[in-house]
Structures are given as structure tokens and as C-alpha cells.
């Protein structure tokens, strides 16, 4: 299982803001497991900070705005690319005005950053949101589409379409999230000459210029406009006959704006507040359409807030039946367990196959079998046993006892028929041969039961 990380330590990167033109700096620090991405304004009194979540986005017109309780921050996804990119899962942002420095439009500098500082691996393990099966958004005015299918890593395609002569549709795909410092995070920003205006006048892009972002001139306008508007932006006039890209670095990449669509999906995707596990699909992405979605993804994860493991039957197991009953005492009919797929310092995933010719069901009841929830506490406890023997030595003359059970929960009848996994996870380390566990089973992706267990490792007699 893979442990969550954080930075090793704190840099800042200064520059002024796109849309406020502001000279600003922000600085991301290292910050404790299971804190998440959490952006400080300290330069408002109390020091307010404002979680990174996609609910606290309230503007998606040229970059994302995060605003709660009056505390608001812009252009904040190509800071949390860089960090979601990076496997970073804890950090405090302090930022000293309203939105983060534009930089030269891109993620490079952020990625620059956290390279020359370093990650470091904390105790919590990374809480994945695994995608089982397809979830879409579209939006059918804009044409713009969001799915995302289940994988075993997270992958982005992307295609984006305008109507220009100069921007052609382009498609930009990551396969592998190693891969974003050399082949995303150098994608700038880009604008259309025929927004500038409509954007100035919305008070917006107030520091934009020809080092910061792709601009695009594809629509011819007169000489006299066209100069307007350079001295409007405080760039040299140019012939407005000439058609093309007009800033001063050429395109990285042919398809430098796909590619950085790809960069804002990411993040906006790290505003989930959880890294997943599948492959996007965007079809002309844009912020407004990015939080949509992820809003929609939180609101499954609270749906789902404890995933059914991941069971495949054609894996052989860890360990067998007749392993099994090498390491625990129970036997028909109180043997609960059948295998244990999965195993790992705190953590332990077993089966139970439940048959009609379980014992309990000609009572329990007769007409309408259901398994005895006092039973499914009881298998829960025995895989929990398993988990605590293996973290002792000559664990075949020790046995696990329960000491006490708390907030149990039945949420689903179990009846023939059912396969339950059995996820059972150490909430204190095993110390004096005293533990607790959280259980919780499942029959498919649906939770059936969970519990609290506090358990005793007693060597036998």
C-alpha cells in the first residue's frame, strides 16, 4: 500500500497575478497526513485558510476561484497540478493576495519547486477513490463531456475544438502520472486575441502579457483596434495583418493548448480531495465543466466512503483454508473464513463463500435464510485475528480473543448465494498484546456490516 506524502520542506515562487496584476508570492509547506491541500490568505487579518475542495469553488470563468466566508483565492490549478501530479497529498499554500502568481502560464516553476525541495513519505496510507464503473457529466450547450472509467492507475485524454483557422482540434493524453514534469507541465495558459478585451472589461487579466500565455490571433482587426489594444496590455504594436501566434516564446509542443487543458483537469481533479484510480475521458474541458465533475466525484466518494476492496478469484490465495486452521482454533461450524487475498502491515482482506448448507440457516430462519449478524461480526473478528498473529513471532502458539465490540452496524442482509470480503484495518498498532480494529464486510461493492473490535493476543497454554 502506498503511504501518503508531503513536502520536505517549504518554497515560495513570486510573481504578479493574471487577473489582478498584483505582485504576489506563495509558499507551500509541508503539512501533516490526512490534512489534504488547504490555502492560507495571510494577508487578511486572523490569516484565514480555506480548504481546496471542489464546493468552495464559486468562479470558473478564466481559472479557478476558491471563496468561503469571504476568504477567496484564484488561479489556483496549476499550483494543485503540480502537487497532484507529484503524488503530494498534504500541503498548507500561504499566499499573500488573492490569487497565485501566473508565472509564465504554466506548472514548470511548481514542479521546479517541489523537485528542489523533495517529498517525504509520512505513516498514513494514500486513501485511493477506485472508479468500478463509468461515471459521466456532459453538458450539452457547450458540447463539453467528462467520463471517467475504471483502471488500475489514473490516466487523462483529452480533446479539445475551436472554431479557428489557427488552433486546430488537438488531442493530449497521460498515460502515467511520472510523466507530467517533461510532457505537461510546460503547457501555457492560452487566450484568443478577440477575449482580451471582453476579459479586461470583466476586470480580468489585468496582468496578462506575451511572456505568460499562448495568444492567439486568428480573426484580422483593423490597425488602429489592433494597436489599441497592445497599448491596453502594454505590448509592442504589431502588423495586424500577420495572423498567428504572437507571444514571444514559441509553442513547446504543436499541441501545447491540449495539453494544457490536460494540466487544468488535473488540477481541478485534485479538488476530489482524494487521488483515484481511472482513466478520464474530456471532451472540450473547461473549469466550469471541471468542477462540475468534481463535485459529482465527492458527492460519490460520500456515497462510498468505505470502497469494497478489490477481489479478483482467479488469484491464488495468501492463505488457504487449510492454512487457516493452522494459525486460529475455530472449526465447523464456527469456522467463518475461507481465505485471506490480501495482506499488509495493518490491513488484511479475507473471504467467507456463504452456501444454502450453512448450519444456521435451518433456524435462521427457515423460510427467509439470513445469515446471523452476530455471525458476521464473528467472521469479521476471526480475519481480524489473522491480522494480529501476523505480527508476532511463532504466531502458531499464540490465539487472538475480543475483549470488546463497538458501533456495530448491519446495513444489508446476507443470504446464500453471497461472497463476502471481509476489510479489516489496525486503528492501534498491536502494543502489550492489546489492539483495535475497524471491520467492515461486503458482499460485492456494497457494505453489509462494521464494527469496532478490541482484541488480545494471549500465547497458548
Known amino acids: 500500500m502506498l503511504k501518503q506524502k508531503t513536502l520536505k520542506d517549504s518554497f515560495s515562487l513570486s510573481g504578479k497575478g493574471l487577473h489582478t496584476g498584483l505582485q504576489l508570492t506563495v509558499t507551500f509547506n509541508p503539512a501533516p497526513e490526512n490534512?489534504?491541500?488547504?490555502?492560507?490568505?495571510?494577508?487578511?487579518?486572523?490569516?484565514?485558510?480555506?480548504?481546496?475542495?471542489?464546493?468552495?469553488?464559486?468562479?470558473?470563468?478564466?481559472?479557478?476561484?476558491?471563496?468561503?466566508?469571504?476568504?477567496?483565492?484564484?488561479?489556483?490549478?496549476?499550483?494543485?497540478?503540480?502537487?497532484?501530479?507529484?503524488?503530494?497529498d498534504n500541503c498548507l499554500i500561504q499566499v499573500d493576495g488573492p490569487e497565485f502568481p501566473i508565472l509564465d502560464g504554466s506548472a514548470e516553476y511548481f514542479i521546479e519547486g517541489i523537485d528542489?525541495?523533495?517529498?517525504?513519505?509520512?505513516?498514513?496510507?494514500?486513501?485511493?477513490?477506485?472508479?468500478k464503473s463509468k461515471i459521466e457529466f456532459r453538458n450539452e450547450k457547450?458540447?463539453?463531456?467528462?467520463?471517467?472509467?475504471?483502471?488500475?492507475?489514473?490516466?487523462?485524454?483529452?480533446?479539445?475544438?475551436?472554431?479557428?483557422?489557427?488552433?486546430?482540434n488537438q488531442y493530449a493524453t497521460l498515460e502515467d502520472m511520472n510523466l507530467f514534469k517533461n510532457e505537461v507541465a510546460k503547457a501555457r495558459t492560452f487566450v484568443f486575441v478577440r477575449e482580451i478585451e471582453p476579459l479586461l472589461q470583466l476586470g480580468l487579466i489585468k496582468g496578462g502579457d506575451l511572456d505568460n500565455a499562448i495568444v492567439i490571433?486568428?480573426?484580422?482587426?483593423?490597425?488602429?483596434?489592433?494597436?489599441?489594444l497592445a497599448d491596453v496590455m502594454g505590448v509592442p504594436r504589431m502588423d495586424a495583418t500577420q495572423l498567428g501566434y504572437i507571444m514571444h516564446k514559441p509553442l513547446v509542443w504543436p499541441n501545447e493548448c491540449a495539453r494544457h487543458k490536460l494540466l487544468d483537469l488535473i488540477g481541478d481533479m485534485a479538488l476530489i480531495g482524494k487521488p483515484i484510480?481511472?482513466?478520464?475521458?474530456?471532451?472540450?474541458?473547461?473549469?466550469?465543466?471541471?468542477?462540475?465533475?468534481?463535485?459529482?466525484m465527492r458527492r460519490q466518494i460520500r456515497l462510498h466512503s468505505v470502497q469494497a476492496p478489490k477481489y479478483d478469484?482467479?488469484?491464488?490465495?495468501?492463505?488457504?483454508?487449510?492454512?487457516i486452521r493452522q494459525l486460529i482454533p475455530h472449526r465447523y461450524p464456527m469456522l467463518l473464513v475461507d481465505k485471506i487475498v490480501e495482506i499488509g502491515p495493518d490491513y488484511i482482506v479475507g473471504v467467507k463463500n456463504i452456501t444454502g448448507n450453512e448450519p444456521y440457516f435451518q433456524g435462521h430462519f427457515p423460510l427467509e435464510?439470513?445469515?446471523?449478524?452476530?455471525?458476521?461480526?464473528e467472521a469479521m473478528a476471526q480475519t481480524g485475528g489473522l491480522l494480529v498473529l501476523n505480527q508476532v513471532d511463532e504466531l502458531e502458539h499464540y490465539s487472538t480473543y475480543v475483549l470488546k465490540i463497538n458501533n456495530v452496524k448491519f446495513r444489508k442482509k446476507v443470504v446464500p448465494g453471497d461472497t463476502l470480503v471481509f476489510k479489516i484495518e489496525m486503528i492501534q498498532p498491536l502494543h502489550r498484546g492489546l489492539t483495535t480494529m475497524r471491520g467492515y464486510a461486503f458482499v460485492g461493492e456494497d457494505e453489509v456490516c462494521e464494527a469496532e473490535v478490541m482484541a488480545q493476543v494471549v500465547k497458548n497454554k
Open 35 to 88: 490534512y489534504g491541500y488547504k490555502i492560507q490568505r495571510i494577508d487578511m487579518e486572523g490569516q484565514p485558510i480555506i480548504d481546496a475542495i471542489a464546493e468552495n469553488v464559486t468562479e470558473t470563468t478564466r481559472g479557478t476561484v476558491l471563496n468561503k466566508n469571504g476568504v477567496k483565492v484564484s488561479t489556483v490549478e496549476h499550483g494543485l497540478a503540480a502537487l497532484y501530479a507529484s503524488g503530494i
Open 369 to 377: 435464510p439470513v445469515m446471523p449478524g452476530v455471525l458476521l461480526v
Open 142 to 168: 457547450t458540447g463539453s463531456s467528462i467520463i471517467v472509467l475504471p483502471d488500475d492507475e489514473f490516466s487523462i485524454n483529452v480533446l479539445i475544438s475551436y472554431d479557428s483557422t489557427i488552433l486546430p
Open 277 to 296: 484510480k481511472g482513466r478520464i475521458i474530456a471532451t472540450r474541458p473547461g473549469h466550469t465543466v471541471n468542477n462540475k465533475f468534481a463535485r459529482e
Open 116 to 131: 528542489r525541495v523533495g517529498t517525504i513519505e509520512q505513516n498514513s496510507v494514500k486513501d485511493y477513490f477506485i472508479i
Open 217 to 228: 490571433y486568428e480573426r484580422q482587426m483593423t490597425q488602429d483596434k489592433y494597436d489599441q
Open 313 to 323: 478469484v482467479n488469484t491464488p490465495p495468501l492463505m488457504d483454508v487449510n492454512k
